[in-house]
């Protein structure tokens, strides 16, 4: 699977949106992106993925470039509650990685009131 | 439908004891990984089972297995336990590896 380059932390205003920003320049055609957030000392909570269109739910929204080498997770309206860290996973779901997904340390996102 | 299932939350052992512990998949799903989560080493995959099957293995030393039942249940074990062990060990589940896994809260193993 393809690495991720995440910045270490970043701040929100309350009800602002939040941009989290991820690289990864080496992710190839097959390989899809996922965002996953873990709030202090309990399991990560799976977000959205995508494999080149934009996506949306009711979390987020997922801007992926053209070239796919890289990818910007949206919150638009973050909470205090949206304080986690956030992991940005570039995973072959078809491929031999059966189940594996590699964390790396993700952004730790802090929502100011 | 009901989450993923951890048991138990909470364990203390000493070096050289062994550990179970047990992850019950959301329903429907076939497919549970297994990660160890340390402060230092963050996520990291131990193993993948798919119908009983383990279709994928992190790198981790022979005294961390896993096992899968019929009904997707399944259960990891750790022998001969190190105080490096200490971690969060986490569960998730899937229908498939081709989509999203589903953590549960984890079990928070102390080694004394």
Not at chain 2, 76 to 89: F, I
């Amino acid at each position: 699977d393809a690495k991720t380059t995440q910045p270490t932390s970043m701040d929100c205003a309350e009800g602002r949106a939040a941009n989290l920003p991820c690289n990864h320049s080496t992710i190839s055609g097959n390989e899809y992106v996922y965002w996953y957030r873990q709030i202090h000392s309990q399991g990560p909570q799976y977000i959205i993925h995508g494999l080149k269109n934009n996506e949306t739910n009711e979390m987020a929204s997922l801007i992926i470039t053209e070239d796919r080498k890289s990818s910007t997770l949206i919150l638009p309206h973050a909470t205090l509650r949206d304080t986690a860290v956030y992991y940005c996973i570039v995973h072959n779901a078809g491929g031999t990685s059966y189940g594996k997904l590699t964390f790396g340390q993700g952004t730790i996102l802090t929502v100011h009131p | 439908k009901a989450g993923v299932t951890q048991t138990p939350r909470y364990l203390i052992k000493t070096r050289g004891q062994q550990v179970t512990l047990s992850c019950s998949p959301i329903s429907g799903h076939r497919s549970v990984s297994w990660y160890q989560q340390t402060p230092g080493q963050g996520l990291q995959f131990l193993f993948e089972y798919f119908s009983e099957t383990q279709r994928n293995k992190g790198n981790f030393p022979g005294r961390f297995s896993g096992r899968q039942f019929s009904n997707s249940r399944s259960e990891m074990n750790v022998s001969t336990l190190e105080l490096g062990d200490s971690a969060l060990y986490l569960c998730a589940s899937s229908e498939d590896s081709y989509n999203e896994q589903f953590f549960g809260p984890g079990t928070r193993l102390t080694v004394l």
